[in-house]
């Protein structure tokens, strides 16, 4: 299963440096400072499953910001080390993409770094057009601390639960109280307004109660995952300027297709403190509502549409989209506004006050918010259809973006099992099980490896017994031992060494060994697990072809040399090649 975990990072000049024009975001990094990417991206190293390319989509909030900050984060990156290819995406390469995409495209631009749901629909489209099956939406202020989370997040998508398609899987995060429950203290102004005391009874139904998949009304941008058949056909709505996460799960069921929740896929979720004052934050939170509420409202019949309700969406968002939105809004600034009077911050009341005035005359769309989104969503379709035209261009112009490789990721393999006491002499691309592996497939093997040791005289395992998987000898020999029929005493019939593999025929059996394998001196094992193995083989052909004709060579040439070997001993079985 292709899979790309994508992160957007939001960047701003130096000190939060701001002007007219620039984009908004809750917590851009001043360019002067590190702010929470490394720490997110220093916890990839937890995760059990790094089967994924990572992609950072780099947002800058004024294009004088791109240069300088392309430049921040090549070096940062390259002072961690991250065990995935990861590539950074910025305006540069968006610019290069998009001169060949619309050279002879009539279509209106559709691909922005600019705004939350344009970077949410390049979240979905980069991994398309790199052919990816799953796309991992992750934030920049998160940090993992389920080694299972890429396990867990890959384990349903494309699935079929209780005859629906698994479309979507939505995540949750946890506070640093590991809790799911926003953390806000409830104030009066909230008495009509109790977006938080909705979400808790929610997240309670969604989250908090069994069972561990169901159909969420609301997801987080900062863990959704989502597979390519959705990417397909729905993009998050341009038009929307906050909440196009839970806003991308309504579109997702008017279009037929399935979000569901997965009550064990959570993200510690650490984001810096807000800034912005009550009434802004409230004001946002008007507009986003009375959008989504307009897109209910101004509904239409349409063929292979799915006719939604706000009652579809309770308690949350749907308890928001219904006809007395308004009424609450109003007496909820109404509150606000007097609690800004008895502080003596007339400011503040003030803008709460105009905030009344927004909602009636201003925030409400002056447009059909349901027909604008299906145009957007037919070009969309269109646009991903162009792809295919330019398919290598535009890989290569998004490969061009990588900033760290397969070939760092390999070095530090070695300096780890060289540090082990491995000799530095080993050559993993030359041992004849690797040698026709490209560096990616040698990684995916890696990923899926153990390094085992063993003193002298210790058993490997011993003849009928069972053992899974294959070995690869990285330092130090080994005995291969077998019973003699007559005398019943053990004799040595082979010897390993380093680079040498085995036991490559327990991929297709599970039947007790015949013979033993003894270590003769200190010895450092690679060994790579078969269940996993059988994964790789299952979601990889082409790797899938490279390990099965390895191994089937290994065991003819096994077959052989034993057939000759031992023919002429009638003392002996001629099995010996099972372990070899």
């Not at 096994?558 to 001629?574: A, F, H, I, R, V």
Request: charged residues 30%; glycine residues 4%.
């Amino acid at each position: 299963m292709r899979t790309y975990m994508v992160i957007p990072t939001y960047w701003s000049g130096p000190n939060g440096e701001w002007e007219e024009g620039d984009a908004v975001y809750d917590h851009a990094t001043p360019l002067n400072e590190d702010g929470t990417l490394l720490r997110t991206l220093k916890s990839i190293d937890i995760l059990d499953d790094k089967h994924f390319t990572l992609i950072l989509l780099a947002a800058a909030t004024n294009d004088k910001y791109v240069k300088p900050m392309e430049e921040k984060l090549a070096k940062m990156l390259q002072s961690i080390n991250i065990p995935v290819d990861t590539l950074v995406f910025t305006n540069t390469h968006l610019n290069k993409l998009k001169k060949i995409m619309y050279k002879d495209l009539k279509l209106p631009n559709m691909l922005d770094l600019k705004g939350y749901s344009n970077i949410r629909n390049l979240c979905i489209f980069l991994p398309y057009i790199l052919d990816g099956e799953v796309a991992i939406l992750i934030d920049d202020d998160e940090v993992f601390e389920d080694p299972k989370f890429v396990t867990k997040a890959k384990e349903f998508i494309g699935r079929r639960f209780y005859g629906n398609t698994i479309d979507g899987v939505a995540g949750y995060y946890l506070n640093e109280d590991n809790e799911y429950y926003d953390k806000v203290n409830i104030q009066p102004w909230m008495t009509y307004w109790d977006r938080f005391g909705g979400k808790r009874e929610a997240f309670d139904m969604i989250i908090g109660s069994e069972p561990r998949l169901k159909k969420t009304p609301f997801a987080f941008g900062g863990a959704m995952v989502i597979h390519r058949n959705l990417m397909r056909i729905v993009p998050f709505d341009p038009k929307t300027t906050r909440g196009e996460d839970t806003d991308y799960v309504i579109n997702s069921r008017m279009f037929g297709f399935n979000f569901f929740l997965d009550n064990k896929l959570a993200i510690k979720h650490l984001p810096p403190p807000k800034n912005h004052p009550v009434w802004k934050r409230f004001r946002e939170d008007i507009y986003r509502f009375l959008y989504d509420k307009s897109k209910f409202d101004n509904q239409k019949f349409h063929l292979n549409l799915h006719k939604i309700l706000p009652e579809d969406f309770d308690p949350y968002p749907g308890e928001f989209m219904k006809p007395d939105l308004g009424d609450k809004i109003f007496k909820t600034n109404i509150i606000l506004a007097l609690n800004y009077l008895a502080d003596n911050d007339v400011e503040s009341c003030k803008e709460t006050i105009k905030n009344i005035y927004l909602a009636k005359y201003e925030a409400i769309p002056h447009y059909d918010t349901f027909e604008t989104y299906l145009e957007f969503q037919k070009n969309w379709r269109k646009l991903l259809e162009h792809t295919k035209d330019f398919g290598n261009e535009l890989k290569d112009i998004v490969l061009e973006s990588r900033i760290v490789t397969f070939d760092k990721y390999l070095l530090e393999k070695k300096k780890i099992l060289n540090e082990s006491g491995i000799s530095d002499a080993i050559d993993f691309e030359n041992i004849d099980i690797f040698k026709d592996f490209t560096k990616k497939e040698l990684r995916r093997i890696f990923f899926i490896s153990n390094i085992l040791e063993f003193k002298r005289n210790d058993y490997i395992f011993k003849a009928g017994k069972h053992c899974s998987g294959i070995f690869v000898v990285l330092k130090g020999n080994l005995n291969i031992l077998k019973k003699h029929k007559v005398s019943g005493d053990m004799m040595i019939v082979s010897e390993l060494g380093a680079g040498d593999h085995f036991n490559e025929s327990s991929i297709f059996t599970d039947t007790p060994h015949t013979v033993s394998i003894m270590a003769s001196s200190e010895v450092h094992l690679m060994k790579i697990e078969k269940d996993k193995l059988l994964e790789v083989i299952k979601e990889n052909s082409e790797l899938s072809s490279k390990i099965l004709w390895t191994v089937s060579k290994k065991l003819s040439e096994n077959l052989e040399d034993t057939t000759q070997k031992y023919s002429k001993t009638k003392e002996q079985d001629s099995d010996v090649s099972e372990i070899v």
